[in-house]
């Protein structure tokens, strides 16, 4: 038995991560610090090196999850997809219903482009991320067409999530993406 006045918490490390991601969406990265984590998370501040051994790993492990589960979304999509005509759809829902859904996902997005912008350990986070974008969209079309839907996508949900005009409209993102998929890799 554990001794007396500790309790087993087996979520206590996902705990921690969720709160590091809320408090990240909420006050930045500037304003996440291991007391505001564990306050949030409901854990004693000793958890918190317990479980990570820097601020920067917890961020890191944080920002990894938050990734992964982006990447899931896209391969999701993509995945049910069958044929070039879904899988254009598929590419509109992802920039109208999947990514940035919530102002959360914006936040946490460009925090970790921020981080990205100064420390490697992110930049790794981002292009895992690139890579396996591109290779989802790579199931439906060649690699070129791939990396240019993977920008359109990133510049779009940008649009749509900050309330501009020309990422509202789902015909003209269904109209660019048949553009840029009508060459190599694209045709019906």
Same mark, same amino acid.
């Given at each position: ?59 890191? #492990? @944080?920002?990894? +999850?938050?990734?992964? !589960?982006?990447? *899931? =979304?896209?391969?999701?999509? %993509?995945?049910?997809?069958?044929? &070039? ?22 936040v946490l997005t460009h925090e970790l482009y921020a981080l990205a912008?100064?420390?490697p350990a992110y930049r790794e986070l981002i292009d895992e991320w690139?890579?396996?974008?591109? #290779? @989802?969209?790579? +199931?439906?079309?060649? !690699?070129?067409? *791939? =990396?240019?839907?993977?920008? %359109?996508?990133?510049?779009?949900? &940008? ?30």
């Open positions: 038995m554990p001794p007396k006045g500790r309790r087993f918490d087996p979520q206590r490390r996902a705990r921690i991560i969720d709160a590091a991601l809320g408090l990240i969406a909420d006050e930045g990265v500037a304003g996440t610090s291991h007391r505001k984590i564990a306050a949030r998370a409901d854990v004693p501040l000793g958890s918190m090196t317990y479980h990570f051994a820097s601020i920067d790993e917890l961020l890191r #492990e @944080a920002f990894s +999850r938050f990734t992964g !589960a982006v990447i *899931a =979304r896209f391969e999701r999509r %993509l995945g049910a997809a069958h044929g &070039i005509a879904e899988a254009r759809l598929a590419v509109a829902d992802l920039v109208h219903e999947d990514l940035f859904a919530t102002r959360a996902d914006l912008a100064r420390e690139v890579r396996r974008s591109q #290779e @989802a969209l790579g +199931r439906h079309f060649d !690699a070129d067409t *791939a =990396r240019e839907l993977d920008a %359109l996508i990133e510049g779009l949900t &940008i649009h749509r999530a900050l309330g501009t005009r020309s990422g509202d409209d789902r015909e003209l993102t269904l109209d660019a993406i048949r553009r840029i998929t009508a060459g190599a890799g694209g045709a019906e």
